[in-house]
């Protein structure tokens, strides 16, 4: 079925580093691909998406694009802050319908 | 303005019980989706709601599992004859169309011992 793999375990990097966090999907159709986080303590958020092949989703300095070769939606910030330390899920909506298919989530912590 | 609350934070029950989980949604949002989340996973979906009618129940693990949102805005999962396995975070989320953002709730946790 319709489905994400997100690149296994935490994440732990120094504030100002760089950060690739890895997702690819499966789908017979063409899906929405969307990057949720969750903070501590609080729900789950919209980060970015992309609707179609080629686009590229960005918002708080994170990017995303949508790669249909290599179906993959890689989430990567040039320069991470503490307050990055958050939760990171990968997530598509194969039919269009807004189900929402999520990968196991990535924790990332930064440190000062 | 007000977020997705759902209701309770926390619920312990014992296996067999059976619990009712609330969610309300931001004012005006038609779509409303229930989500389960287990230990180490991303959250499942469950089922959808498109004013007062389930669009897709097909996520539902089996048939102690229920939801109505009979005025369409409040929404209540029921399990039934709840199962050690049904142990996780329900999350609710809702859009204003069905084609929008998904805002999630916090989430209720259900521990059933």
């Known amino acids: 079925g319709d489905s994400v793999t997100q690149m296994e375990g935490p994440v732990t990097l120094s504030e100002e580093a760089f950060l690739t966090i890895n997702c690819t999907y499966t789908?017979?159709?063409?899906?929405?691909l969307f990057w949720y986080v969750q903070y501590p303590g609080e729900g789950l958020q919209l980060l970015l998406k992309a609707t179609k092949a080629d686009d590229k989703g960005s918002n708080k300095g994170f990017e995303a694009t949508y790669r249909k070769e290599t179906t993959s939606f890689h989430l990567e910030k040039g320069s991470v802050q503490v307050s990055d330390s958050a939760v990171y899920f990968c997530?598509?909506?194969?039919?269009?319908?807004?189900?929402?298919?999520f990968g196991k989530g990535n924790q990332v912590v930064v440190i000062p | 303005g007000a977020g997705v609350s759902q209701t309770p934070s926390n619920k312990v029950t014992e296996k067999g019980k059976y619990v009712e989980l609330r969610c309300d949604p931001i004012s005006g949002h038609t779509a409303l989706y229930w989500y389960r989340q287990s230990l180490g996973q991303g959250p499942e979906f469950l089922i959808y709601f498109q004013g007062t009618g389930a669009a897709d129940d097909s996520g539902l693990p089996n048939d102690r599992f229920f939801a109505v949102r009979p005025e369409g805005s409040v929404s209540t999962l029921k399990i039934q004859r709840t199962e050690r396995g049904d142990s996780a975070v329900y999350l609710c989320?809702?859009?204003?169309?069905?084609?929008?953002?998904?805002?999630f709730g916090p989430g209720t946790r259900l521990t059933v011992t």
């Open positions: 789908a017979t159709g063409y899906p929405s």
């Open positions: 997530a598509l909506d194969p039919y269009g319908n807004n189900r929402l298919a």
């Open positions: 989320a809702s859009s204003l169309t069905d084609r929008g953002e998904q805002y």
